[in-house]
Nanobody
Framework: QGQLVESGGGSVQPGGSLRLSCAAS????????MAWFRQAPGMEREWVGT?????RTQYADFVKGRFTVSRHSRKLYLQMSSLKPEDTGMYFC????????????????????WGQGTQVTVSS
């Protein structure tokens, strides 16, 4: 049974930085597409960015150069800087055994495997 485990969340002041990590284990073959999603209380889960095994990345518009996704084999990272209070939420790692979807179809339903999430709180 495959497993995705996130780490690195925490509390930070506005303007601060955090680095999230996601480790994939137990899969019989490499996950072709890994992604970060986030969910604020009372809100729908939204896509943040993706990283493919060949190094290609894609980002949601709201990232605007503040976040960087990187991937090394079965580990996915999310470097977040210039954090804002609206970045507060649970951040989830997701994976699928297929290439990353087109941005226009980048929804949570496109991913079959999920981690438990790591909480990010941005507050002064």
């Amino acid at each position: 049974q495959g497993q995705l485990v996130e780490s690195g969340g925490g509390s930070v002041q506005p303007g601060g930085s955090l680095r999230l990590s996601c480790a994939a284990s137990g899969y019989t073959h490499s996950s072709n597409c890994m992604a970060w999603f986030r969910q604020a209380p009372g809100m729908e889960r939204e896509w943040v960015g993706t990283g493919e095994g060949d190094g290609r990345t894609q980002y949601a518009d709201f990232v605007k150069g503040r976040f960087t996704v990187s991937r090394h084999s079965r580990k996915l990272y999310l470097q977040m800087s210039s954090l804002k209070p609206e970045d507060t939420g649970m951040y989830f790692c997701a994976a699928r055994f297929a290439p990353c979807p087109n941005i226009r179809t980048m929804t949570s339903s496109a991913f079959a495997f999920w981690g438990q999430g790591t909480q990010v709180t941005v507050s002064s």
